[in-house]
């Protein structure tokens, strides 16, 4: 079974940045695509920022060149660069990847989550 825990959330003054983190463990032949996304009080869950095995990313117009995606596919590890932050980006970060599982299973999963307030 995937895992995925994410770390690096907290609090910040707005202007400030955060680096998160997300790393999968379990049984992994092939991780496809990583993903952040964030569900701020009230709303729906959004995507932030995507990152193919392939190099590509993808980002949401709101943190476009505020917010870097990357990542260490030999560590199965994902990381997201927010920079500038401001009180809207208040959320909870959610981790997310697809890929192919030991078993050789297609699987999707997400992580549980981690807080990131911007005080203003």
């Known amino acids: 079974q995937v895992q995925l825990v994410e770390s690096g959330g907290g609090l910040v003054q707005a202007g400030g940045s955060l680096r998160l983190s997300c790393a999968a463990s379990?049984?992994?032949?092939?991780?496809?695509?990583f993903g952040w996304y964030r569900q701020a009080p009230g709303k729906q869950r959004e995507l932030v920022a995507t990152?193919?095995?392939?190099?590509?990313?993808n980002y949401a117009d709101s943190v476009k060149g505020r917010f870097t995606i990357s990542r260490d596919n030999a560590k199965n590890t994902m990381y997201l660069q927010m920079n500038t932050l401001s009180p809207e980006d208040t959320a909870v970060y959610y981790c997310?990847?697809?890929?192919?599982?030991?078993?050789?299973?297609?699987?999707?999963?997400w992580g549980r989550g981690t807080m990131v307030t911007v005080s203003s």
């Open positions: 997310n990847a697809d890929g192919i599982s030991g078993a050789y299973r297609r699987f999707v999963q």
């Open positions: 379990g049984s992994i032949f092939k991780l496809d695509n």
């Open positions: 990152a193919s095995l392939g190099g590509s990313t």
